[in-house]
């Protein structure tokens, strides 16, 4: 059973940082590209970005691009996503989510989110 | 960016109801159209990929199609499960673009 785990979220000020990490199991990591999607309070789906199996490769929205960082760890089976000079704007619940073997951008498995709340 | 416009935003009906959810893109996105289901509380769920494939374990009340601009999202006959929030989504081109929802309630 494929089984994704997100963590670090929390409350932080506007302008402060936040890594996310997401724990991957139940499939093999490596083989598939990897994505983060977030979702505003009572809000619709945004997708934030993705990375490659091998971490050489990534994408992102233009909203958290220079701001945001993707990356991997395969020998641990994880996903990170370091935030940086966070805005009130970045509040959202955010996913992990995976891509199906052998697309980029196919969505097939969820994890639960980890909420973030940027507010002074 | 690609602009991805659901109708209805919300839809009231009953169950065993034929329902039909329309999605259009700003632009051709070929087939590179998706479908979720999100219940309140819940991760997004995959239903459906590549315009009107089904993701393994959905029900086959579930359909969908289309192609280029316009794709739909039919559920034949509504069962008390189905009543969430449906999402539409394109990944033909970067950045991925969500359509805002379409809330599906029972009336």
């Known amino acids: 059973e494929v089984l994704l785990v997100e963590s670090g979220g929390g409350l932080v000020q506007p302008g402060g940082s936040l890594r996310l990490s997401c724990a991957a199991s139940?499939?093999?990591?490596?083989?598939?590209?990897m994505h983060w999607v977030r979702q505003a309070p009572g809000k619709g789906l945004e997708w934030v970005a993705n990375?490659?199996?091998?971490?050489?490769?990534?994408y992102y929205v233009d909203s958290v691009k220079g701001r945001f960082t993707i990356s991997r760890d395969n020998a641990k089976n994880s996903l990170y996503l370091q935030m940086n000079s966070l805005r009130v704007e970045d509040t959202a619940l955010y996913y992990c989510?995976?891509?199906?073997?052998?697309?980029?951008?196919?969505?097939?498995?969820w994890g639960q989110g980890t909420l973030v709340t940027v507010s002074s | 960016d690609i602009q991805m416009t659901q109708s209805p935003s919300s839809l009231s009906a009953s169950v065993g109801d034929r329902v039909t959810i329309t999605c259009r893109a700003s632009q051709d996105i070929s087939n590179y159209l998706a479908w979720f289901q999100q219940k309140p509380g819940k991760a997004p769920k995959s239903l459906i990929y590549?315009?009107?494939s089904l993701q393994s374990g959905v029900p086959s009340r579930f359909s969908a199609s289309g192609s280029g601009t316009y794709f739909t999202l039919t559920i034949s006959s509504l069962q008390p499960e189905d009543f969430a929030a449906y999402y539409c989504q394109q990944y033909h081109i970067y950045p991925i673009t969500f359509g805002l929802g379409t809330r599906l309630e029972i009336k």
């Open positions: 590549l315009a009107s």
């Open positions: 990375i490659k199996e091998d971490g050489t490769e990534n």
């Open positions: 989510a995976r891509a199906s073997s052998g697309t980029r951008k196919r969505l097939d498995s």
């Open positions: 139940g499939f093999t990591f490596s083989s598939h590209w």
